[in-house]
């Protein structure tokens, strides 16, 4: 369901409303459940599916930026290359 949407904002209060539980029940159990904060795992897939477009498509870094949730070109260029090691430019070229 998350992955599907990954190009939408998610916040765990939208999810919360959705699935009928309270916020904080939602983050605690996703913890327990996954390992990992909803935030840090929202991350996770959005820049998995980055790397794949970047990897695959011949997409500019701000459209991948845009496909994958984050719309702000610089912050999705700090966080990738936070997770990453190299900038989404750099990634791209190889």
């Given at each position: 369901?998350?992955?599907?949407?990954?190009?939408?904002?998610i916040t765990l209060t939208l999810i919360s409303e959705e699935v009928g539980l309270s916020s904080f029940y939602l983050s605690r159990l996703f913890r327990e459940e996954v390992g990992e904060s909803f935030?840090?795992?929202?991350?996770?897939?959005?820049?998995?599916?980055?790397?794949?477009?970047l990897q695959t498509t011949?997409?500019?870094?701000?459209?991948?930026a845009e496909q994958?949730?984050?719309?702000?070109y610089r912050y999705f260029s700090v966080l990738f290359r936070n997770r990453t090691g190299v900038?989404?430019?750099?990634?791209?070229?190889?």
């Amino acid at each position: 369901m998350i992955a599907q949407r990954l190009a939408e904002p998610i916040t765990l209060t939208l999810i919360s409303e959705e699935v009928g539980l309270s916020s904080f029940y939602l983050s605690r159990l996703f913890r327990e459940e996954v390992g990992e904060s909803f935030n840090e795992y929202i991350t996770r897939l959005r820049i998995a599916k980055a790397i794949s477009l970047l990897q695959t498509t011949s997409m500019k870094v701000y459209e991948v930026a845009e496909q994958v949730g984050i719309p702000s070109y610089r912050y999705f260029s700090v966080l990738f290359r936070n997770r990453t090691g190299v900038s989404p430019t750099d990634f791209k070229k190889g």
